[in-house]
């Protein structure tokens, strides 16, 4: 296969933009994927991440020319669908999607539109990039994992992620158990995220304060019970695992729930604490901190109009 060299970016919010500020500087054909209102304002405004200004060509997937080789999914959940529709000029017989999304379900989706074997998995781990509008800023940018469901044999198409992610200065693992660190992310976000986005605490009260971090473990550990019963090897040590993490993370950094909170938007709910009770159902394990923290959220956003 020949090397990545073309880059769409879909989805231009925190995550993103990361990734579209980091393939374009390296000299990747790097474009974000817009439609409509959307398409015009980041074409006129750009995006500005740690105070820089970018102006990266915006393309509407209906009217693009040719595929390209890398498509990088940075969404919300809820939006997914829609977006990810009608990308048809965009995927070529080489083209792989990279889902840097939330939750369990985004590779699975993108795969009933274009086939899994144009999908690699991924999660992004350690990145505290926060959104104000077309603004972005970090301080730590994580670590990127991505790979087959198993990767005791590196295939092609992941060494050609891997390589245009060291050409890109991007840092990234490709664990042999894709799955489990899957879990393990979800783990982490129905903990911290669900967390702080009813407490509206930064992530200094999870590096620091007890009770935060207890609110937080009691909503890991019934992942843990769930991850058991889907065969996935979690452990009370994966959330120790999680702290180092935690704890380089910036201490006035938010996760992306409180954001979404506090700019009151849509949450992820469903993709945390509703995946939780859906599997809870489907293995019969009580789920009861899921459950509450669930019925918060979905009153917080009624609240404010998003539910």
């Known amino acids: 296969m020949n090397e990545i060299k073309r880059v769409a970016i879909l989805g231009a919010g925190a995550m993103g933009a990361y990734f579209a500020t980091r393939f374009f500087e390296s000299g990747f054909d ?12 980041l074409s006129r405004e750009g995006l500005i991440v740690n105070g820089k200004k970018y102006l990266i060509p915006v393309i509407d997937p209906d009217t693009a020319r040719q595929p390209v080789d890398l498509i990088l999914v940075g969404l919300k959940h809820h939006h997914l669908q829609e977006a990810a529709s009608g990308l048809d000029k965009l995927v070529g017989e080489s083209t792989v999607f990279l889902s840097v999304m939330n939750g369990l379900e985004s590779e699975e989706i993108l795969g ?13 781990l350690g990145i505290d990039a926060v959104r104000n509008g077309n603004e972005i800023t970090y301080t730590t940018p994580g670590t990127h994992y991505f790979g087959e469901a198993r990767n005791e044999v590196i295939t092609p198409r992941v060494k050609r992620i891997q390589d245009a992610f060291d050409r890109a200065g991007i840092a990234w693992k490709t664990p042999e158990d894709m799955m489990r660190w899957l879990w393990w992310k979800f783990m982490i976000n129905v903990g911290v995220n669900q967390a702080s986005a009813v407490t509206r605490m930064t992530y200094s009260a999870f590096q620091q304060d007890k009770i935060a971090q207890e609110l937080m473990e009691s909503l890991m550990r019934e992942v843990i019970d769930l991850a058991e019963a889907a065969g996935i090897a979690l452990t009370d040590e994966d959330i120790t695992n999680w702290y180092p993490i935690l704890n380089k993370l910036s201490p006035q950094g938010k996760t992306s729930m409180l954001q979404d909170i506090e700019a009151r938007q849509k949450t992820e709910v469903e993709v945390f604490s509703g995946r939780a009770i859906a599997l809870g159902k489907q293995y019969g394990i009580p ?4 459950e509450t923290i669930f019925r918060i959220i979905k009153l917080l956003e009624k609240g404010y109009g998003a539910a």
């Open 30 to 41: 790097t474009c974000l994927v817009a439609r409509g209102q959307r398409n015009e304002r």
């Open 112 to 124: 009933s539109m274009y086939g899994m074997d144009k999908v690699v998995y991924a999660l992004s």
């Open 287 to 290: 789920t009861p901190v899921n």
